[in-house]
């Protein structure tokens, strides 16, 4: 007995330790359409932004129909509505590699509980199941201590600082942005406060703030969630470039600029979501 209770509790253990967390949320949609309601829609990109700090594994959207009309009908109706959701994703900064199954699902079977209850469940019958699973987090490798020899990479101010010429671009690795926000993420405000400071120091340079996004079709702008508007990559170069002026950087050495998605990084969709300086003008800074 002792024995049976230990093998159920390792394969217990074992079925958490490969399981991964799923979050899921549902659209629900009006009688014969695929256009999400301006309500629903809010309620998805509420629960897109909570994504941001999520680490994706992959998305699975699947549509449904009532049990009204004819199967065929359903079908594209269905898969007309997961479509319409899958785009909401894509224009919302989520990868499209990320979402694996997009597919219409026909009708739901009419379940009656109570008679009086039958259009309220053909309601909730016409959805849009949606499911994020998270990656599981990779174990921990041991890292060797690295020689001595090896000499990091500069951070951001130390390149300002050090030798630039025209038509340098300088990325900055560190700066994050929310997803489909124009506001850094907290852990990037100190280094964007460093940076501030060497562009204080360092006045004989002048450049251009280039503002990214990540996920969107077409090169097209994503929609930046606090204004609506389609213009996220020139929002998020125009919050650099506000900051920069708060902490006393002269407004004549700067112009900023929305580069929309025409230069992806490849790699992790956050590092998209970034804005980079390309100097334009080098002084004479001996004194």
């Known amino acids: 007995m002792h024995r049976l209770l230990v093998i159920i509790l390792l394969c217990l253990q074992m079925s958490s330790a490969f399981s991964q967390t799923q979050y899921?949320?549902?659209?629900?949609?009006?009688?014969?359409?695929?256009?999400?309601?301006?309500?629903?829609?809010?309620?998805?990109?509420?629960?897109i932004s909570g994504l941001h700090d999520i680490e994706i594994e992959s998305i699975a959207i699947y549509g449904f129909c009532d049990d009204v009309g004819a199967d065929s009908y359903n079908m594209v109706l269905s898969q007309q509505r997961a479509d319409a959701i899958k785009s909401i994703f894509a224009n919302?900064?989520?990868?499209?590699?990320?979402?694996?199954?997009v597919d219409g699902k026909g009708e739901i079977l009419l379940k009656i509980v109570n008679e009086k209850d039958v259009l309220k469940i053909r309601g909730?019958?016409?959805?849009?199941e949606?499911?994020?699973?998270?990656?599981?987090?990779?174990?921990?490798?041991?890292?060797?201590?690295?020689?001595?020899?090896?000499?990091e990479n500069p951070s951001v101010p130390e390149q300002i600082k050090g030798d630039v010429k025209v038509g340098d671009k300088i990325l900055f690795k560190n700066i994050l942005f929310k997803t489909g926000y124009s506001t850094v993420i907290s852990e990037s405000k100190k280094t964007l406060e460093e940076i501030a400071k060497a562009l204080v120091e360092r006045d004989d340079i002048y450049f251009t703030i280039q503002g990214h996004v990540c996920c969107t079709k077409y090169t097209r702008d994503a929609v930046d969630k606090r204004t609506k508007k389609r213009n996220l990559s020139v929002a998020r170069a125009k919050y650099v470039y506000d900051y920069f002026a708060k902490k006393g950087v002269d407004k004549k050495r700067m112009r900023f600029i929305g580069m929309r998605r025409k230069f992806p990084l490849g790699?992790?969709?956050?590092?998209?979501r970034r804005v980079e300086i390309v100097i334009t003008y080098v002084g004479d800074n001996t004194k």
């Open 24 to 47: 899921t949320h549902d659209v629900y949609f009006n009688t014969d359409e695929y256009v999400v309601p301006t309500t629903e829609e809010n309620r998805l990109l509420l629960f």
């Open 92 to 101: 919302n900064e989520i990868s499209e590699s990320l979402i694996r199954n």
């Open 124 to 128: 909730l019958n016409r959805k849009v």
């Open 130 to 151: 949606i499911i994020v699973t998270e990656k599981k987090p990779e174990p921990e490798e041991k890292v060797e201590p690295a020689s001595k020899e090896i000499v």
């Open 267 to 272: 790699g992790d969709p956050k590092f998209d």
